[in-house]
């Protein structure tokens, strides 16, 4: 894994004016810098955000990422500055979470989708930058925090703390079975778990596995161990299922490999069926 250079650690919220940030509207953007950022680089990154000159600004810190991230990931790996940005703006109420991202490496866009919806973020556009490429591992958590001042809703720290381990297990995960498959597994797990918790280790696995069969991927022995782990902390939560399984829904354009799907091969079949068709009628023009 190349050194993560940080990503979005938020400063503690007592540090701010929370009150201002409290009535934030749809179409709002509150924005999130890395400190070691250059006056000229902050500057650029502002202005591809499309931030307005008024924005409600929040520092990250170094010291941060390594208080968020560092059950996780090696000290070595995390990194001495901080430098990937944030822009978050509220999207309209049931328009669920989009995230588009740019100079991220490892981290894919479904895999943050994914670890938001276990945070309990909803109704979101975010997009995450940096102005050199970083691996993307620390965004969550200044993600999570930036929601938090503008929705002005407490997370849950121990959610938070496992919405990060699921960001670092999908990405992971995503190195051997490839990002999109990691990304699409963690998702039906999910799924399935809203539908109808399972009840013990062996209910639990026989989920994984079945999702594994669906997507066509072969698991570990270690890592199906590691989802069950996994899993079994967030299905100790406090979680709300429902609002998982609703938020899912909505991003599913970006979190399900739609291809693969029984919607997607339909779609497929029929596009087939139709260019038999064609070809049989252009034979019959000509025969």
């Known amino acids: 894994m190349k050194k993560i250079f940080v990503l979005l650690l938020l400063s503690l919220i007592s540090l701010y004016p ?3 940030f409290a009535d934030m509207a749809e179409g709002d953007m509150i924005v999130t810098l890395g400190e070691n950022l250059t006056e000229t680089q902050k500057s650029n990154l502002l202005e591809e955000m499309g931030a307005p000159a008024d924005v409600q600004i929040v520092t990250v810190t170094n010291q941060e990422e390594h208080q968020y991230l560092g059950k996780y990931i090696a000290k070595s790996l995390i990194g001495t500055k901080a430098i990937s940005s944030s822009a978050i703006t509220i999207a309209p109420k049931g328009a669920g979470i989009k995230v588009k991202t740019k100079n991220i490496n490892w981290v894919t866009d479904e895999m943050y989708v994914n670890a938001l919806i276990t945070a309990g973020v909803k109704d979101a556009n975010i997009y995450i930058t940096a102005p050199i490429s970083v691996s993307g591992t620390a965004a969550l958590t200044g993600i999570i925090k930036a929601y938090e001042i503008s929705a002005d809703k407490t997370i849950p720290e121990d959610v938070k703390q496992a919405a990060n381990e699921e960001m670092v297990e ?6 051997s079975i490839g990002s ?8 039906k797990v999910k799924e399935e778990i809203a539908k109808n918790k399972p009840k013990n280790d062996a209910e639990l696995r026989s989920i994984i596995e079945q999702a594994a069969k669906d997507l066509n991927v072969t698991l570990s022995a270690a ?6 782990d996994f899993f079994n902390k967030l299905i100790d939560l406090n979680i709300d299922w429902n609002q998982v399984s609703d938020q899912l829904n909505k991003a599913k354009d970006q979190i399900s490999k739609f291809l693969q799907s029984d919607e997607g091969q339909g779609f497929l079949e029929k596009l087939k069926q139709f260019f038999i068709w064609l070809i049989d009628a252009i034979k019959a023009i000509f025969s």
Do not use: F, R, V
């Not at 999109?180 to 998702?187: G, Q, R, S």
């Not at 890592?223 to 069950?228: A, K, P, Q």
């Open 180 to 187: 999109e498959n990691a990304a699409a597994l963690i998702a």
């Open 18 to 20: 929370i009150h201002s």
């Open 223 to 228: 890592e199906l161990n590691s989802l069950i």
């Open 170 to 175: 999908t990405a992971k995960l995503g190195d």
